[in-house]
């Protein structure tokens, strides 16, 4: 008999299951042809769980400690092997070591967007993502479903498994909840705790896995996110307009809305930055609801801008939102009085100026505030 043929016939005598990867969720002894002796000792560490399997069958299963492996400590192996008074012989008999410690770096995201029915966006698509922390928590479920005849499961073989079954459960959350696309990610706590019951029902008894916990980041279509950063939609909503205009309507304004402003903050740059200030970007700041009402046949349309300045001309900065606009022209500022959205509490500065004024009080702009005489009466006729 050979080297290799004698170590292979050798009694294994002490069973126990060293690895620090963390990685590994379930390992197989290597038993090879080796046969346990009666009495050899058995460790399991804390986060591991141990279990006999004979001829296909799962026998007895054994929590962290040390235990001599006698007819006694093991009464279904026992059973299965027909020990009735006992055992002095060796026997055969596979051993797996499962991992029950957390797994804490699952990450898991929707590979396609979920649509979700919103009640001012009508159809919105969103995408989902974060973190899932599981471990084993039943060993003979996990051990029948998930190892099979492996000698090793790593957790990546069970990531791709629950990031199918997460992002299903998602879906039909999102389904069951009908909450619209703001609220949703108004809400990610409290729903990242629903999500991991619909993940939990799906696992356990089907792989023996329990999901620990389960964060979640739902992200939006810029155009959305464009909307909500600038107010867009809470403006339409407060004028009146959230459920007579659609979403390519609300996407629209909200494009309109970042050209009009780009323009509004343009420092004097060129004709469309001087032309396009007063008559959109105040208007944009202070009227939004009103300029976009003309899509639905309420308000009144933007009137045409004017021309550039002449040079020379003193230009002023005006305060809008507790924002600094402009600059603009004198005519330009005449416009914004006949439409209401530059008033005499107005605060204007100009280049020579100390401070900022209210527009009645600088001597250039006073007169766009005085109210004129009457006509003189009709002469009567002869």
């Known amino acids: 008999m050979g080297l290799l043929d004698k170590l292979k016939g050798e009694l294994v005598d002490i069973i126990e299951w060293l690895d620090d990867s963390r990685s590994t969720l379930a390992w197989r002894f290597p038993r090879y042809q080796n046969e346990i002796k009666n009495g050899a000792q058995l460790i399991v560490r804390e986060g591991q769980r141990a279990v006999f399997v004979y001829r296909g069958q799962i026998a007895d299963v054994f929590e962290p400690g040390s235990y001599e492996l006698v007819s006694e400590n093991l009464p279904i192996l026992s059973t299965l092997q027909g020990w009735k008074h006992g055992f002095d012989s060796p026997f055969r008999s596979e051993v797996y070591f499962l991992n029950t410690r957390q797994v804490t770096d699952l990450r898991w995201g929707t590979p396609q967007p979920v649509t979700v029915r919103d009640p001012d966006f009508k159809m919105v698509q969103v995408r989902a993502n974060g973190l899932c922390i599981v471990r084993i928590a039943d060993a003979e479920v996990f051990l029948r479903e998930v190892i099979g005849t492996d000698s090793a499961v790593e957790a990546e073989e069970i990531t791709e498994l629950l990031r199918r079954v997460i992002t299903l459960a998602f879906s039909d959350m999102i389904l069951e909840t009908g909450l619209g696309a703001i609220d949703l990610q108004g809400r990610q706590v409290e729903l990242s705790e629903k999500l991991r019951e619909f993940v939990q029902d799906r696992v356990d008894d089907e792989f023996g896995l329990e999901i620990t916990s389960i964060t979640m980041n739902i992200s939006l279509p810029d155009e959305i996110t464009q909307a909500m950063t600038r107010g867009v939609a809470r403006g339409v909503e407060e004028g009146g307009y959230a459920h007579n205009v659609g979403d390519v309507g609300r996407l629209q304004q909200v494009r309109a809305a970042d050209a009009m402003l780009a323009a509004a ?10 032309a396009m200030g007063m008559g959109m970007g105040i208007a944009m700041a202070g009227r939004m609801a009103d300029q976009f009402g003309s899509a639905t046949g309420q308000g009144q349309a933007p009137a045409a801008a004017g021309p550039p300045p002449l040079p020379g001309q003193a230009l002023y900065h005006v305060e809008v939102g507790g924002q600094a606009t402009g600059p603009y022209s004198v005519q330009q500022l005449q416009a914004g ?13 100009s280049a020579g100026m100390a401070e900022w004024k209210q527009a009645s009080q600088v001597e250039a702009l006073a007169p766009l505030f005085a109210t004129p005489p009457p006509p003189p009466p009709p002469t009567a006729s002869g």
Do not use: F, R, Y
Not at 265 to 274: A, C, L, S
Not at 337 to 349: C, K, M, P, R
């Open 265 to 274: 903050e343009n420092e004097g740059g060129g004709v469309m930055g001087d």
């Open 337 to 349: 009085v006949a439409s209401g959205q530059v008033n005499a509490a107005t605060l204007v500065w």
